[in-house]
């Protein structure tokens, strides 16, 4: 039995329809990803969502941002050796100097086509200056 039939059976299937935004990045997960059992790290996948939503957030206040908060995530599925991982982001909120990204990693086997939703949080960013004090957001 595939691992894949493994988790139709043992769970609900996550979303498999990806946004159809173009995602923020795209990377494929490799054997340095992985933890002594070859499974791709949790916080390797967490720091791709972080760079993704970090370029989103930048481009949002025209210059740099930190990273201040990151709130739900949720493992739906693993992330396989190479896997191509993509990372969606979407600005639910501008504020005077924050910008928070709901923000979605999904994978797809390199030999197929379809797409699975593997996790998914919330990210908030603080714009900073070249001092990396707190600015306002420029907006145009």
Request: net charge negative; proline share 6%; hydrophobic share 45%.
């Amino acid at each position: 039995m595939t691992a894949r039939n493994l988790w139709k059976r043992s769970w609900q299937m996550p979303e498999s329809v990806p946004p159809s935004s173009a995602p923020a990045i795209r990377v494929t997960a490799m054997p340095a990803d992985t933890n002594a059992n070859g499974d791709i790290f949790g916080g390797w996948l967490m720091g791709q969502m972080d760079m993704g939503a970090g370029l989103v957030a930048a481009r949002v206040a025209h210059g740099r941002v930190a990273t201040v908060a990151m709130d739900g995530m949720q493992f739906h599925l693993p992330v396989n050796v190479g896997d191509e991982v993509s990372v969606y982001c979407e600005v639910t909120k501008v504020g005077r100097t924050s910008i928070t990204i709901a923000t979605e990693a999904w994978r797809r086997h390199r030999f197929e086509e379809e797409q699975f939703k593997v996790t998914e949080a919330v990210f908030t960013f603080v714009a900073i200056d070249d001092a990396g004090r707190p600015r306002p957001v420029h907006q145009e």
